[in-house]
């Protein structure tokens, strides 16, 4: 009977997981162009030339002001919910707030924030407004701050959803604890540091997991924002345009390999840091 239940979706699980997978590792050893109906072996190759041409991995440092925003994303998560597990007025109301962007898609986000990063658009009319109009900038158009712009959205999109998770954990904490810690002295410093960021710790790892995955696959925004320019190609991207635009579809898959293995292996690593004692037994 629970082979039954599952049939289903293991039959999902397989068509649209691992047949894929399968596929895009095969296409990987090969030069196929994505029309030809032959594909020609070419064994590793495709793998040689990505770590031989710079240009097609040095897209990888773009991932790492989205990695920084991740540090960001998970402090405030945490913050937030530390806030809002607590008697706080409006809580679920600024729960709803804060978990709202996760729900929007990723397209609706990209034209809000053209908007508003661009020449007199809202950023710069609320720092007029706040007297600080001497910070505006080209947001979108200095290659030293677009990154970091649009770091900025993805950071604004998903801390919603690592909140949610933290106050789920924190709430799991047993409130014992919390009152006798209380009773002893320990201040809200305390608390936070000696329950809250132990008794999270599991959550931190998965938060963690999530964002980092979601900054190294990062498309959406800045394809839609920018299409890529001006030094804002991300790796999906590259690998994109390598697919549909040079028609190297074997290529492409290679490069859709490596950042799979890159996060397996940052998976592998967190889960090594964030191990506690119910692992260890």
């Given at each position: 009977m629970p082979w039954l239940y599952l049939l289903i979706p293991l039959a999902f699980l397989i068509v649209f997981t691992y047949v894929p997978l399968g596929n895009l590792l095969y296409y990987s050893v090969t030069s196929w162009d994505g029309l030809d109906p032959d594909k020609p072996f070419v064994g590793l190759a495709n793998y040689v030339e990505i770590f031989?041409?710079?240009q097609l991995f040095e897209v990888f440092g773009v991932s790492l002001y989205y990695l920084a925003a991740t540090v960001a994303q998970v402090f405030l998560a945490l913050l937030f919910a530390t806030l809002l597990s607590f008697n706080l007025r409006l809580r679920n109301l600024f729960k709803a707030i804060l978990f709202f962007p996760n729900l929007i898609n990723g397209v609706a986000i990209?034209?809000?924030?053209?908007?508003?990063?661009?020449?007199?658009?809202?950023?710069?009319?609320?720092?007029?407004?706040?007297?600080?109009?001497?910070?505006?900038k080209q947001w979108l158009g200095d290659p030293a701050v677009v990154n970091w712009s649009l770091a900025g959205v993805q950071v604004w999109r998903y801390v919603g959803l690592g909140t949610i998770l933290f106050i789920g954990a924190i709430q799991a904490i047993d409130s014992q604890i919390f009152e006798a810690a209380e009773l002893d002295g320990a201040n809200a410093w305390h608390r936070f540091r000696y329950i809250i960021v132990p008794g999270v710790r599991r959550i931190t790892g998965l938060v963690a997991i999530l964002s980092i995955s979601a900054s190294l696959s990062v498309f959406e925004i800045p394809w839609i924002m920018l299409g890529g320019a001006n030094g804002t190609s991300t790796f999906v991207i590259q690998a994109y345009r390598t697919a549909f635009v040079d028609g190297k579809v074997g290529l492409a898959s290679a490069l859709a390999v490596v950042l799979l293995l890159?996060?397996?292996?940052?998976?592998?690593?967190?889960?090594?840091l964030f191990k506690d004692e119910v692992d260890l037994v």
């Amino acid at each position: 009977m629970p082979w039954l239940y599952l049939l289903i979706p293991l039959a999902f699980l397989i068509v649209f997981t691992y047949v894929p997978l399968g596929n895009l590792l095969y296409y990987s050893v090969t030069s196929w162009d994505g029309l030809d109906p032959d594909k020609p072996f070419v064994g590793l190759a495709n793998y040689v030339e990505i770590f031989t041409q710079p240009q097609l991995f040095e897209v990888f440092g773009v991932s790492l002001y989205y990695l920084a925003a991740t540090v960001a994303q998970v402090f405030l998560a945490l913050l937030f919910a530390t806030l809002l597990s607590f008697n706080l007025r409006l809580r679920n109301l600024f729960k709803a707030i804060l978990f709202f962007p996760n729900l929007i898609n990723g397209v609706a986000i990209a034209f809000a924030f053209l908007f508003f990063f661009r020449p007199g658009g809202t950023l710069d009319i609320t720092l007029q407004f706040l007297g600080l109009g001497g910070l505006s900038k080209q947001w979108l158009g200095d290659p030293a701050v677009v990154n970091w712009s649009l770091a900025g959205v993805q950071v604004w999109r998903y801390v919603g959803l690592g909140t949610i998770l933290f106050i789920g954990a924190i709430q799991a904490i047993d409130s014992q604890i919390f009152e006798a810690a209380e009773l002893d002295g320990a201040n809200a410093w305390h608390r936070f540091r000696y329950i809250i960021v132990p008794g999270v710790r599991r959550i931190t790892g998965l938060v963690a997991i999530l964002s980092i995955s979601a900054s190294l696959s990062v498309f959406e925004i800045p394809w839609i924002m920018l299409g890529g320019a001006n030094g804002t190609s991300t790796f999906v991207i590259q690998a994109y345009r390598t697919a549909f635009v040079d028609g190297k579809v074997g290529l492409a898959s290679a490069l859709a390999v490596v950042l799979l293995l890159i996060v397996v292996a940052i998976a592998l690593i967190q889960r090594r840091l964030f191990k506690d004692e119910v692992d260890l037994v």
